[in-house]
């Protein structure tokens, strides 16, 4: 006899994690935002939170990757424990699409750099696929032929 099926869950799988990774990096935010006596455990809280990520293999959100430091594990607060700069290192920054935002941590000193206004790049992928069909239809390749003659 074969084993039935169990039903498919709808929703989000492992959604305890998500919610305690939340729970986690609300809590950090709140305690570095309020008072500095509480630094140490905003701290252990950032590096609890990366932890259950990475044991529970589940995507953090990007806005969240983007406010804590990989290096100490802090929240970002800009003006409190990071600095938010934009700096662009083309030739006399003539070239708008280079700007780079740069978020410092006055805790540890890293760096985080992230492009601001520039398009992402396609996946490999695709552009592999674009300049695949570029190629073939080069003009040089065009051919016509003689409509045909009716009988």
């Not at 305890?16 to 630094?39: D, M, V």
């Amino acid at each position: 006899m074969a084993k039935d099926k169990l039903p498919k869950t709808k929703g989000v799988l492992n959604k305890h994690l998500h919610a305690r990774t939340a729970f986690l990096y609300q809590a950090a935010t709140y305690l570095t935002l309020h008072g500095s006596s509480n630094a140490g455990l905003a701290l252990q809280l950032g590096s609890d939170l990366q932890t259950v990520s990475r044991k529970g293999q589940i995507r953090v959100n990007v806005d969240v990757k983007r406010n804590i430091c990989k290096t100490c594990n802090s929240v970002l607060v800009p003006g409190r424990t990071a600095t938010h700069e934009i700096e662009n290192h083309s030739k006399g920054a003539k070239k708008p699409w280079a700007d780079v935002l740069v978020v410092g941590c006055n805790l540890c000193g890293s760096e985080k750099r992230f492009p601001v206004g520039a398009k992402r790049q396609q996946k490999k992928t695709a552009r592999s696929l674009q300049t695949s069909i570029a190629t073939t239809q080069s003009p040089s390749r065009n051919i016509t032929c003689p409509p045909l003659r009716e009988r």
